[in-house]
T-cell receptor
Framework: NAGVMQNPRHLVRRRGQEARLRCSPM?????VYWYRQLPEEGLKFMVY????????ESGMPKERFSAEFPKEGPSILRIQQVVRGDSAAYFC?????????????FGPGTRLLVL | AQKITQTQPGMFVQEKEAVTLDCTYD???????LFWYKQPSSGEMIFLIY??????QNATEGRYSLNFQKARKSANLVISASQLGDSAMYFC????????????FGIGTKLQVIP
């Protein structure tokens, strides 16, 4: 049973370009979460999605960032017109249900570097 | 107020010794879950152990145990018989209502195991 998969593992972009980060949840998991980890910090919640629905995007910057989880295919986190401050590790997690006791299983992360 | 507080930025432990990593939390929700994750230098987030707010017993998983003191709102991680491979960042995290969709992380403790 494959774990959460993310690609690419490393992504380099120049300022002003777009970054697309992909996440395939664990088999049987319909809940996907995106987190951002800035250097020397813990993970910060960005967005929670179910298939075709954004449930909670309270942690997502209002501009340039968007997320989707289509009916078919992986979840995508899109960052438009990247800036140096977007450089971070972006983690995707998934869970089968949403409850206090449900563990979120994390992917290996995508390290974004903006030059 | 910080939801999750980890006051030890770094810890050293001798190989084969036990070590306790501190974590305190803040919530008014009676139903919540507490988690510990390990992040080695390779960067992935590895789930270690879970404790539910209604659990009567302290959680244990192999060499990991969680010292849950509900009245004090603390959830310390105890690693017994430390190994060199335990050197990593350790994050305490909490999942609470409403919705339980987001996990809040502490800033982490860097553990180094000395041979």
């Amino acid at each position: 049973n494959a774990g959460v998969m993310q690609n690419p593992r490393h992504l380099v972009r120049r300022r002003g370009q777009e970054a697309r980060l992909r996440c395939s949840p664990m088999k049987g998991h319909s809940h996907v979460y995106w987190y951002r980890q800035l250097p020397e910090e813990g993970l910060k919640f960005m967005v929670y999605l179910q298939k075709e629905n954004i449930i909670d995007e309270s942690g997502m910057p209002k501009e340039r960032f968007s997320a989707e989880f289509p009916k078919e295919g992986p979840s995508i986190l899109r960052i438009q017109q990247v800036v140096r401050g977007d450089s971070a590790a972006y983690f995707c997690a998934s869970s089968p249900e949403v409850a206090a006791q449900e563990t979120q299983y994390f992917g290996p992360g995508t390290r974004l570097l903006v030059l | 107020a910080q939801k999750i507080t980890q006051t030890q930025p770094g810890m050293f432990v001798q190989e084969k010794e036990a070590v306790t990593l501190d974590c305190t939390y803040d919530t008014s929700d009676p139903s919540y879950g507490l988690f510990w994750y390990k992040q080695p230098s390779s960067g992935e987030m590895i789930f270690l152990i879970y404790q539910g707010s209604y659990d009567q017993q302290n959680a244990t998983e192999g060499r990991y145990s969680l010292n849950f003191q509900k009245a004090r709102k603390s959830a310390n991680l105890v690693i017994s018989a430390s190994q060199l491979g335990d050197s990593a960042m350790y994050f305490c995290a909490m999942r609470e209502g409403p919705g339980y969709q987001k996990v809040t992380f502490g800033i982490g403790t860097k553990l180094q195991v000395i041979p």
